[in-house]
């Protein structure tokens, strides 16, 4: 392997760290930070997410709540509580993990989340502030992913970026915090030709699919930064896979990030970065 290592988790135990000195700050003048989780109980990767996420609440000094939705779960009791919270000047902010049951209506959920709780970035206010250059929340799995870029001192000025994929929360957001960075970005999804000759030309990839170990070293340049965003379960494999093949990827690589321990611990810490500056912000910090 030549690749260095994009170390998510050293990154976001330093973040942690951190955040624990601010919520210590902000307990010092009475405001305990608060992040409140919509969260589907029959999903089970939902679930642990969410088990995981409230956990690096404790460690970084924050408290967190949990509103369980399910099969018996109206819309409109879901939306009342998002109102609640929205009203609720002990919750500096909301994060409605994907997916709700299906016979929820999660676009009128986001609609309905105040833009100062959304932490997670992802409602059509936060989304637009992004689009418009307006300061707001960024999604969290892309700005973990720039925080971890940034922290190596990995230059995105002209550079030809490949953000595979194209979600609302992951794809189309990356894309366009790279653009921020002056990087020259391409957004290729399910129906782009030619993805290996894209992946080929390009100075950073970031793999945001869903498709276990797709991106293959010899699909990549010599020297390329490869940001792997993919948490795919295979059967018959003891952990989690990303969307690029690592072994073959991190021989031509100069950077990659590891699954897991790349893109995941990142995600959370800039979750809680996001509503620790909510409550400093709501604390007139
Ligand atoms: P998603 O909503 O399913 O989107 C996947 C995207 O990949 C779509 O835009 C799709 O194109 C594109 N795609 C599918 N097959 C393709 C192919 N063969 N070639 C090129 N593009 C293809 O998934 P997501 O929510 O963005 O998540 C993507 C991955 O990131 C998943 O593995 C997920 O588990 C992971 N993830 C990780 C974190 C984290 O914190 N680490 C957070 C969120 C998600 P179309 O639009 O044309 O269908």
Not at 215 to 244: C, K, S
Not at 254 to 270: E, K
Request: glycine letters at 10%.
């Amino acid at each position: 392997m030549s690749a260095q290592i994009l170390d998510g988790i050293g990154l976001a135990r330093q973040i942690r760290a951190s955040l624990k000195e601010r919520t210590e700050a902000l307990r010092r003048r009475g405001v305990v930070p608060r992040l409140e989780v919509i969260v589907a109980t029959q999903d089970p990767a939902s679930v642990a997410y969410v088990r995981m996420k409230r956990k690096w609440c404790e460690l970084a000094g924050l408290e967190s709540g949990a509103f369980e939705v399910d099969a018996g779960t109206s819309q409109s009791q879901l939306l009342e509580q998002i109102h609640r919270l929205n009203e609720d000047p002990r919750v500096h902010g909301v994060l409605i993990q994907h997916p709700l049951p299906k016979h929820l209506d999660e676009h009128e959920a986001l609609l309905a989340l105040g833009a100062e709780k959304d932490v997670d970035g992802i409602t059509p206010q936060s989304l637009g502030r992004l689009v418009a250059d307006l300061p707001g929340f960024r999604s969290a799995t892309p700005l973990g992913i720039v925080t971890l870029l940034d922290h190596h001192g990995i230059d995105l000025q002209g550079r030809r970026a490949l953000v595979i994929g194209r979600s609302v929360i992951l794809g189309k957001p990356m894309a366009l915090l790279l653009l921020q960075r002056h990087a020259t970005v391409t957004i290729a999804h399910s129906r782009t030709r030619d993805l290996p000759e894209l992946c080929r030309q390009s100075d950073l990839v970031v793999a945001a699919v869903g498709r276990a170990e797709m991106v293959r070293g010899d699909w990549l340049q010599p020297g390329a930064v490869v940001v792997d965003a993919g948490y795919n379960r295979v059967e018959g494999r003891d952990t989690d896979v990303g969307d690029v093949h690592f072994e073959s990827a991190a021989r031509v690589a100069s950077w990659i990030t590891p699954v897991p321990g790349g893109v995941g611990p990142m995600t959370v810490a800039s979750l809680l970065a996001n509503t620790v500056a909510a409550a400093e912000r709501a604390a007139g910090a």
